[in-house]
């Protein structure tokens, strides 16, 4: 996954992906980190040229390739076999090949202008295979026929374990300023801090404003079986805008997280979508391809395959593949995703990628175990919304060395997945001069990525890009840091709603500069029309980051609402927000008590035990009885007191995530469900009112279905054998606003039905450009169907009807009340709508297919809506 690029905003903890942070991020400083510059001045520029001749015969050798070591640049001879080779950067030896000689290195001067170095090439004793070509059938066709014939000898997925040292610098930049821009205020404050030494010219002439460049130093570690990571973060160093967590940027800018694409595979994920692979299985259905050449990459005669999309619209590349003409395994590839992909804010993105092959050293023998990327770069050019929008362009560059495979470690190695050093932001020039002369070799931080961090510097001590940096940490984080601690978060700063009028609140929390064992988190609130304070606090000890082991206390006195809990709405924190809006129904008072521990003793099993205490005091008319088997001479009562204890196991093989400070952020699963069962047993021994027991599961995964596009589905199941009143029982989340919320009841009202056993399945599918593509005018808008189906299996036992009460309360008034489904009849509604109109906007007809007749006073329901909702997505 490419942290740099998917853009979701949501600000709350734990509901903070890497998607959120890092792109919400680049979104912030494409709003508001806008420059201008004045002429461009002149780049300095190096230039080789020499002549290719055969040693033996000395006549000039035409076409052949002239390569600097370490890099892209190159050329190719003229037909008298010279050359000239311009770049803006210079190595230190340049390669020359050509078909039937062999490769040939020379050392240059990496400092000086202009040089001429000439090449006598030796014969070559390589003979290619014959290849038979078919009347009628491209020869691209039978190479990758090889290609995946082979690929069980030459993928890296047949190694039972590697490792190496991973060198990755990544370099921020904005780009592509309009004239519009240059005249905001924000734009006249930079240029006059900035001076026109500053400026920095891309090989497009174009002026770009560095924000931020960063090298890291890990040693990486693969499992096959069962499938475990691991990488040691050793050494970071970063200059950035908004950039000060040392620890996090390396675990997001470091390593594999960026760049770990195996285009064996099918499907390439990036930026959130899957593209075709041109060497999958499915490469005949996607892409056209010309066999153009044979030629020397390394120590490898590869043939050259170039490859198009059949289609501009589909997500698929161009670019050229090099594949060995004796193993048939995949050299070198260079691949690039152009504005015709059914893709938002994306100019041109390309990945290359260099593999080498390795040695199985458990063998006493040197044997050939499977190829592994040795260099790879990625260059993504990204800009806004509309024709004058802000770019941003970011490059990243990956290097691997020292590499041992089939060396597997004891399962226990992997369970961290992310350690970082101690030192890994302390200073020390003489270990990256060192890894400059090993890992990094030409990649490593040039005079222009020297320039590049001195204006960074200097930008940040500009006092506008200060303030822009401090409302940039409130948008992204929704905190404001305070030293140890964390002012917010602003979603929840005020609201306006019929029981409180305008509540306002202010929380905090603490973060790893406080302690980095003891979490402290509190907020008071305040309604101006219930004229009351509001509050809540937690105290968390953290004995393992690696085990994760918390234990907490948390209590907290405020206004909640039926069914709209976090722990019912499973984590939806922004709806969670949204819903303190407004009119506020089945509102009621709650004071909750809890003390909990949750470890995690082996990665992705997380236990979590908890005992609590909870009320509920509502706040619109309702009552239940307390003796159901008397009827209606039964007391009446609408408040409850409930103790409990709880345990609950979360099952997430394969998840990923990253440690901030105190806090872990979750990177989701790859291709594998997330499991939470948890068991709750009510307790008079407590104190609570009653003795119950409840089940409850949830399951939720993302599924890519390749060119289907993908599918996310939430499944959850409950059950209660007990007796009793309808809030302790199941609230089905509705939703009759006009904002569409997955993973609810889209239209069903709140607290419509309430069950003590249920099956509920929500399921989303995004098409992405699969049909729109194929319609001509509709696919240059790069709209995107999207379809969703939700069901619900509901029922009340004859016992728990009873404990409802139909009786007026005290002045007529009559009470609320809870709905129940029948058995056999699931609740079920179907979705359909447009996504990415605008590149931002959702809108969908939900239709409620049955229970009709239920409404209010026996008034039939409207069965449609049309919903709409806004986010950033690629």
Request: overall charge positive; hydrophobic content about 35%; proline content about 4%.
């Amino acid at each position: 996954m490419s942290p740099i690029f998917i853009v979701q905003y949501r600000p709350i903890k734990n509901d903070r992906t890497l998607k959120t942070r890092i792109h919400s991020l680049l979104v912030l400083l494409w709003l508001v980190l806008i420059w201008a510059g004045t002429a461009a001045q002149a780049q300095t520029v190096y230039t080789v040229s020499g002549l290719v001749t055969d040693a033996n015969t000395g006549e000039p050798i035409p076409f052949a390739s002239v390569a600097l070591v370490g890099r892209r640049t190159g050329t190719v001879t003229d037909e008298k076999g010279r050359f000239t080779l311009v770049a803006k950067i210079l190595t230190d030896s340049m390669a020359v090949s050509s078909l039937g000689y062999k490769m040939l290195r020379r050392a240059i001067d990496p400092e000086r202008l202009t040089q001429s170095v000439d090449f006598k090439l030796e014969s070559g004793g390589n003979s290619l295979q014959e290849v038979t070509v078919k009347a009628g059938e491209n020869p691209a066709w039978r190479v990758l026929r090889q290609l995946r014939k082979n690929r069980s000898i030459n993928d890296r997925k047949r190694l039972s374990a590697y490792e190496y040292d991973s060198y990755v610098k990544t370099e921020i930049a904005l780009s592509h300023v309009s004239d519009r821009m240059r005249k905001n205020p924000l734009i006249k404050r930079i240029n006059e801090a900035m001076s026109q030494h500053d400026s920095i010219i891309d090989r497009e002439g174009h002026r770009v404003l560095p924000l931020l460049a960063s090298e890291s130093v890990s040693r990486y570690y693969f499992k096959a079986s069962p499938e475990r990571k691991r990488e040691d973060i050793r050494k970071t160093r970063i200059k950035g805008v908004a950039v000060d967590d040392a620890g996090l940027s390396s675990q997001l800018l470091g390593g594999t997280n960026l760049v770990s694409q195996n285009f064996y595979d099918n499907y390439i994920p990036i930026l959130g979508k899957d593209f075709a692979s041109p060497v999958g299985d499915n490469w005949k259905n996607w892409y056209e391809f010309f066999l153009a050449d044979t030629t020397q990459i390394g120590d490898h005669i590869c043939y050259e395959v170039q490859f198009d999309p059949k289609r501009p619209e589909d997500l698929a590349f161009t670019g050229k593949a090099w594949i060995d003409t004796t193993t048939f395994a995949l050299c070198q590839i260079e691949t690039r995703i152009g504005k015709g992909a059914n893709l938002n804010y994306v100019r041109e993105l390309t990945i290359e990628q260099e593999l080498e092959t390795t040695t199985d050293s458990t063998t006493s023998k040197s044997v050939t175990a499977g190829w592994l990327p040795i260099s790879i770069r990625l260059k993504a050019d990204l800009t806004g919304v509309g024709k004058q929008s802000l770019g941003l362009r970011a490059q990243v560059t990956l290097r691997n060395s020292n590499i041992v495979v089939n060396h597997p470690h004891a399962a226990s190695f992997y369970e961290q997945p992310i350690e970082q050093n101690d030192t890994i932001a302390t200073s020390n020039e003489a270990y990256w001069h060192t890894v400059q002369g090993t890992l990094a070799g030409a990649d490593s931080l040039n005079k222009e990525d020297q320039k590049t961090r001195q204006v960074i510097e200097k930008l940040r001590a500009v006092p506008a890009v200060k303030m822009a940096e401090a409302v940039g940490q409130v948008a992204v984080t929704g905190f404001y840091k305070v030293g140890g601690f964390d002012i917010g978060p602003y979603p929840y700063l005020f609201a306006v709603n019929s029981v409180e009028g305008l509540r306002t609140r202010i929380g905090f929390r603490t973060n790893e500069q406080f302690s980095r064992n003891w979490v402290l988190r509190g907020y008071v609130a305040y309604g101006t029309l219930a004229k009351e304070f509001k509050y809540g606090g937690e105290i968390n000890y953290l004995f393992s980051k690696q085990h994760w082991t918390i234990l907490g206390v948390r209590m907290a006195n405020d206004l909640e609402r039926l069914g709209l809990t976090p722990e019912l709405i499973g984590g939806n924190r922004i709806f969670y927000a949204l819903s303190r809006f407004g009119r506020y129904r089945g509102g009621y008072h709650s004071h909750q008590k809890e003390i909990f521990f949750k470890t995690e003793p082996v990665k992705g099993v997380l236990f979590t035990a908890e005992l609590g205490t909870r009320t509920f005091d509502p706040l619109f008319p309702f009552h239940y009885r307390t003796q159901p088997e008397l009827g209606d001479q039964s007391e009446l009562r609408s408040d409850v007191f409930d103790a409990f204890w709880s345990l609950e196991v979360r099952l997430a093989r394969k998840e990923k995530y990253l440690m901030e400070g105190n806090d872990r952020i979750t990177l989701g699963t790859k291709r594998a469900p997330v499991l939470t069962i948890r068991y709750t047993h009510g307790s008079k021994t407590l104190g609570g009112e009653y003795n119950y027991d409840r089940f409850t599961l949830r399951a939720q995964q993302s599924l890519r279905l390749g060119p289907l596009g993908r599918m996310t589905y939430l499944l959850s199941a409950g059950y209660i054998p007990s007796t009793l009143p309808a809030p302790l029982l199941f609230p089905h989340i509705g939703n009759p606003t006009p904002l569409l919320t997955t993973n609810t009841f889209n239209r069903m009202q709140f607290y419509e039905f309430v069950s003590d056993r249920f099956v509920a399945i929500h399921v989303q599918h995004r098409f992405e450009g699969l049909l729109f593509n194929r319609i001509p005018g509709i696919r240059k808008l790069n709209w995107r169907l999207v379809a969703n189906f939700d069901a619900l299996w509901g029922a009340q036992s004859k016992a728990n009807e009873a404990v409802q009460s139909y009786k007026p309360l005290p002045g007529g008034t009559r009470p609320i009340y809870f709905g129940s489904l029948d058995g056999n009849k699931p609740y079920m509604e179907v979705g359909y709508g447009i996504d990415n109109i605008f590149k931002i906007i959702r809108v969908q007809a939900i239709h409620r297919l049955n229970y009709l007749n239920d409404g209010p006073n026996g008034i039939p329901l409207n069965s449609f809506a049309l919903k709409a909702s806004a986010s950033f997505s690629f």
